[in-house]
């Protein structure tokens, strides 16, 4: 038998998840999504698929039971409607959204901290990218602020200046004098 084949459910069922999918469709709810819900609505409250065969279903006692449960919810929720309050899931869906944000949150922190040990680890290997790097822009930063050759000549000639002026004073200072 092929999945989503409805040839197992009673005439009885089939007519109960159409009317229950009416209901879902009235609501604003998707075709698809309505007819799903429609399916497993019936499914909960007879057990599945009725017709003859050995196995099938459940007891008397625990589809009436799952039937006044689902019963007693719709009258929940038409009162609450009637009131203009929320009905439905929404306090178990918000509850379970909370839990999923914490439960996100903390798979986010342990997801942050390996990161940053394997950045800690990689450290030695960046550091050395790093200094790469720098000398690179400084040879370039070097290159480009080179000065003319009329500059490098002046430059030239104040350091034989001043080296000559040097070496004039430390022959003249008496520190230096040889004795013999």
Do not use: F, L
């Amino acid at each position: 038998m092929p999945r989503g084949d409805k040839s197992a459910y009673t005439d009885k069922q089939k007519r109960q998840a159409e009317h229950i999918e009416e209901g879902y469709k009235r609501e604003g709810i998707s075709d698809d999504e309505a007819e799903a819900r429609a399916w497993a609505t019936v499914n909960k409250q007879t057990g599945g698929g009725k017709k003859s065969g050995s196995g099938r279903g459940r007891s008397k006692a625990a589809t009436k039971k799952a039937a006044s449960k689902s019963a007693k919810k719709a009258a929940k929720t038409r009162a609450a409607k009637k009131a203009g309050k929320p009905y439905g899931r929404k306090k178990t869906a918000a509850k379970k959204t909370a839990k999923k944000s914490t439960a996100r949150k903390s798979t986010r922190k342990v997801a942050k901290k390996k990161v940053a040990k394997k950045a800690t680890r990689k450290a030695p290997a960046r550091k050395a990218a790093r200094k790469t790097t720098r000398k690179a822009t400084r040879k370039a930063a070097k290159k480009s602020t080179r000065k003319s050759p009329a500059k490098k000549t002046a430059r030239r000639a104040t350091k034989k200046a001043t080296r000559k002026a040097t070496k004039t004073t430390a022959r003249k200072s008496p520190a230096r004098k040889r004795t013999g």
